[in-house]
């Protein structure tokens, strides 16, 4: 863990965090989510049912070769771990678009955590209460795999006067 990182980290315990309180390049980390299979196959049979999230053995017929999570509850578990132990923005995470990508799947099992950095602060012209912060988010499993890529555009609002 760098040296910003832990900064960051100790903030987190003392403040919620408004648009002047951060930097390009500040990282944070979440805590840690254990994805069991029921879980996996629960999400996939109400919001993903497709036969690689819901049956061990038609999983294994895929390109997945096995049961494989949705990405949508990938990005479900990054969006708890970052709202609850990740960034803690003041006013919550409001987004405003993003990019998401998932270059490996999610496995039952799989310790998740997320790792984000700031890349870019852009203060609005139009309306000086806010700015859009563009954030990197790495989901990780437990061998430091990247399970999920999301670059999003969030919201942060500056302290109120």
Not at 2 to 17: D, F, I, P, Q, S
Not at 74 to 94: E, H, K, Q, Y
Not at 110 to 127: F, G
Request: proline fraction near 5%.
């Amino acid at each position: 863990m760098g040296k910003e990182e832990c900064t960051m980290n100790a903030v987190r315990r003392e403040m919620n965090l408004y648009l002047d309180d951060l930097a390009v390049g500040a990282r944070f980390r979440s805590s840690e989510f254990v994805l069991d299979e029921e879980a996996l196959k629960a999400f996939a049979a109400q919001f993903d049912p497709q036969p690689f999230h819901l049956d061990d053995e038609a999983a294994r017929q895929t390109l997945f070769g096995g049961l494989a999570a949705s990405g949508w509850h990938t990005a479900a578990i990054t969006m708890r771990l970052l709202v609850t132990s990740g960034m803690p923005l003041a006013d919550g995470l409001i987004g405003a678009g993003g990019e998401i990508d998932w270059p490996r799947p999610t496995r039952a099992g799989d310790t998740l955590h997320v790792e984000s950095c700031i890349q870019a602060i852009t203060p609005s012209r139009s309306k000086p209460d806010r700015g859009i912060v563009a954030l990197e988010s790495l989901t990780l499993n437990q061998r430091g795999e990247v399970v999920q890529r999301l670059l999003a555009k969030l919201v942060v609002f500056r302290r109120p006067l």
